[in-house]
């Protein structure tokens, strides 16, 4: 592993409002994390300096890098940190719900990573972020470890005693806490234990390892990326008691589950139905100079 960290930019003194965000993904997400990371530079205000931790697979080459890096090519008030990850979760199963690589672990490793910070929030690469992040990283999380969107009921296999499930997809950490407590080694060893039974990987390990010490935003901060309730009870028939939480104006958006603009949704023809209709993705993706990189590379738009 290994830490390549940008220059800060000398500008840097004119900004009294910093705020730490974390990525992690592998060779397939680098343009639908370039969209989110336009979404957050256009909506915070003139004092908000954003400093990005971007956990990225050993599979990165010059090429990706260099689309996220046009982030802060663009935008004078951020910078960008790289740490580069290799096998250190290449022991544990990705198959779990729905089958991801190994980059869905990276953030679990984030409180080892951020030595120096108490605090940042994590976004999964498919959430656009509508507003000015300063008073949701403001939220108070001094006794908790994680704070994120209500998940659902938690899962009986893991015991009777289970607070509320938050989802790990958009979430706010407290690296102190958790330094404090150990609970990487924790989450390693219930990862070892419950390897083959996991259902939603590291999300299953935020709620079991870190139970009754997480929080759950405000139901208007956070919303799911879902079309309407019918539309969801048909495409997710599998997971029957999801959250559907719409708010008209979310902190964030949150393309959840099968639910990606993107890429569409298989039919039992298998046509794709393509996601036009989802405003809230195109309306960034079209700000970006990536925007016919998307369309060329995604199979919603392939022929």
Known sequence: MYRNISDISKNIIKFNNFINIAYAFDNNYYYITHVSMKSIMLNQNKNTYII?????????????????????????????????LKDEFKEFSTSGFIKRTTAIYYR???????????????FDCDTLIYKDLTELYNYNISDKYYVGQYEGKPLKRYGNNLTDFINSG????NLENLRK???????????????????FLDQDAINVVCNGKNGIFPSNYISSGVCSLSEMKEIN?????????EQKEPYIFHFKIYLKPWLGIA???????????????YEYARKTKYYFNILENFACFQK
Do not use: W
């Open 52 to 84: 990005f931790h971007i956990l990225i697979s050993d599979d990165i080459y010059n090429e990706q890098k260099s689309v996220i890096d046009d982030i802060c090519k663009e935008h004078i008030n951020c910078r960008i940190n790289y740490y580069k």
């Open 108 to 122: 679990l490793l984030l409180q080892n990573l951020l030595l120096n910070e108490t605090k940042t929030l994590y």
């Open 170 to 173: 958009a979430i706010l950490i």
């Open 181 to 199: 407590n150990n609970i990487f080694q924790k989450m390693l060893d219930f990862l070892r234990k419950n390897n083959q039974t996991l259902l």
């Open 237 to 245: 028939k599998v997971k029957s008691n999801l959250i559907i939480n």
């Open 267 to 281: 039919t039992g023809e298998n046509k794709l139905i393509c996601f036009d209709f989802f405003p809230r993705f």
